[in-house]
């Protein structure tokens, strides 16, 4: 998933809420609509009409896609083992379709503008006596955390390389772990060290 890359783009002076509304929509179309090719097809339409509109073009379309070639193996091998070959490509398809269209929304969309919307979304709530600002937190800390994960797993990468060995699912899975867990310890630490419960 990508983070922000700033533009100027149609889509980066987009909305916040309208875009999280679109990206709403798409997955709920096409959840609805699973077994109907055209839904689909409308929906890839949308993914590369996306990439027009911000600006990154069917290169960045096919690098996003070669960025997710391990979820689509993941996706697509045990829905072959048990599934239709038809009804295999229609949910892998509908699924990567909304990945893509997600990855779309936070290209487009600084990270500080999305919590503010959050804030905003969440704001009636509030008047009902949740404690709005821990989900607020809990959102904040999972969009930060997905480029120290993406980090670690270069970490690794390279570390792997260096000592010869090839990168595989294997190799990256466990050290990617670990890796993850410790983030993770490390920042509940911090957050109770603030007070935060």
Avoid at 31 to 58: C, D, K, M, Y
Avoid at 158 to 168: H, I, N
């Amino acid at each position: 998933m990508p983070l922000h890359q700033p533009g100027t783009s149609v889509l980066h002076r987009t909305g916040v809420g309208v875009k999280f509304l679109l990206v709403f929509l798409l997955a709920l179309g096409v959840s609805l609509q699973r077994e109907n090719p055209w839904a689909i097809l409308g929906a890839w339409a949308l993914v590369i009409l996306g990439h027009l509109l911000a600006g990154t073009g069917v290169s960045g379309l096919l690098r996003r896609l070669w960025g997710l070639r391990w979820i689509l193996l993941i996706l697509t091998v045990p829905q072959l083992i048990f599934l239709e070959p038809q009804v295999a490509l229609l949910n892998v398809s509908r699924v990567v379709a909304v990945i893509m269209v997600a990855g779309l929304f936070t290209l487009t969309t600084r990270t500080s503008d999305i919590l503010e919307g959050f804030d905003r979304a969440l704001a009636p709530l509030a008047k009902l006596g949740v404690d709005t600002s821990r989900i607020s937190l809990a959102l904040s800390l999972t969009i930060r955390s997905v480029p120290v994960i993406l980090a670690f797993s270069g970490q690794i990468r390279e570390a792997l390389r260096a000592r010869g060995r090839r990168v595989t699912p294997k190799a990256l899975i466990m050290p990617l772990l670990v890796m993850s867990l410790r983030h993770a310890e490390e920042t509940a630490e911090a957050l109770a060290a603030r007070g935060v419960r």
